[in-house]
């Protein structure tokens, strides 16, 4: 019965040393080993091999990327205003050995760098700044974590600002701001719109004026064109006048034509049905004898020319 507790206990032991001599590190982690208490090596993803009782596995550290979210950091600007800035990080184990020796803790450590390092950069620019130029805040944040992270062994994957958020009175002051700025921009674009419409109105009526004078101008031609028309047509019928006059029988011929005219005119006037008093004129028979005789001569001058 002994001899088999004996044999049990061998064989735990042996199961006991064995476990603590190989281990098996999984992929992307990495074991920081010590040996009496002291920094042996560390272990890369695979068999390893190790002293039992001697060597004890320190530190797990895992070699994949490491998000920290950092909240609520209260920072003030430049110009003094308080804002509240939320940013997260990435960070890798790049030496395990600084990372488990050269800091306690070093997510903590990390978001305490974060923090510091937002205020100090805030506190560099204006509101303005901070709220339009994240990528140059992030840029800072980076330049001024990388030498502290080296020296625990960690690397900065990347650094970003996710949002910066002013005091409730700067947001109610910045509202005010925007909606002056607004009805600035507002009354400037009416006031251009009037100017606009102005200029085209008088630009319209200075074209308007211009095709009126055009066109009275054009109208003055023609009418000019129509009376020198009608002064030469009046000159060519004088002309023909005066020549029919020179001949023989020509007096007599328009003596004729315009008694005749006369008496034309004398019965449109009487047979006319708007006409309530017709003038008679007082050589009516005269005009009438007139006519005879010019009548008369003109058959006797026809009768002598055949």
């Not at 719109?193 to 009126?212: C, F, S, T, V, W």
């Not at 020198?228 to 020549?243: D, H, I, P, V, W």
């Not at 023989?248 to 006037?269: K, P």
Request: hydrophobic share 45%; charged share 20%; net charge neutral.
């Amino acid at each position: 019965m002994i001899g088999l507790i004996s044999l049990a206990v061998v064989v735990v032991f042996l199961g006991i040393t064995l476990y603590q001599c190989v281990r098996i590190v999984p992929q992307a982690d990495q074991w920081v080993v010590e040996r009496l208490g002291k920094y042996h090596t560390t272990l890369n993803p695979g068999l390893n091999i190790l002293i039992p009782f001697l060597d004890n596995i320190a530190y797990r550290m895992s070699a994949k990327d490491q998000m920290i979210e950092v909240k609520g950091i209260e920072a003030i600007t430049k110009d003094n205003a308080m804002t509240q800035v939320n940013a997260i990080c990435f960070i890798r184990v790049a030496d395990p050995k600084k990372a488990a020796y050269g800091v306690d803790n070093f997510n903590t450590a990390v978001r305490n760098l974060v923090m510091t390092t937002i205020r100090n950069a805030v506190g560099g620019m204006e509101l303005d700044e901070t709220l339009t130029n994240r990528d140059e805040l992030a840029a800072r944040l980076r330049q001024s974590m990388d030498v502290q992270m080296v020296d625990w062994g960690l690397s900065l994957r990347t650094v970003d600002i996710q949002d910066i958020t002013p005091s409730d009175s700067m947001l109610k002051s910045m509202e005010k701001q925007a909606a002056a700025v607004r009805e600035r921009k507002a009354t400037e674009e009416l006031a251009a719109g009037n100017k606009n419409a102005a200029i085209m109105e008088a630009q319209g009526k200075k074209e308007a004026m211009n095709l009126d004078a055009e066109a009275k101008q054009q109208s003055a031609v023609r009418e000019a064109t129509a009376l020198e028309t009608l002064a030469n047509g009046q000159f060519k019928a004088s002309s023909k006048l005066a020549e029919a006059l020179t001949i023989e029988g020509g007096r007599e011929a328009m003596s004729f034509q315009l008694a005749n005219n006369y008496i034309e005119t004398l019965s449109v006037l009487a047979t006319s049905p708007n006409a309530k008093v017709v003038a008679m004129p007082a050589d009516l028979a005269q005009s009438v004898g007139g006519l005879i005789n010019a009548g008369s001569l003109m058959s006797v001058g026809s009768a002598v020319s055949k």
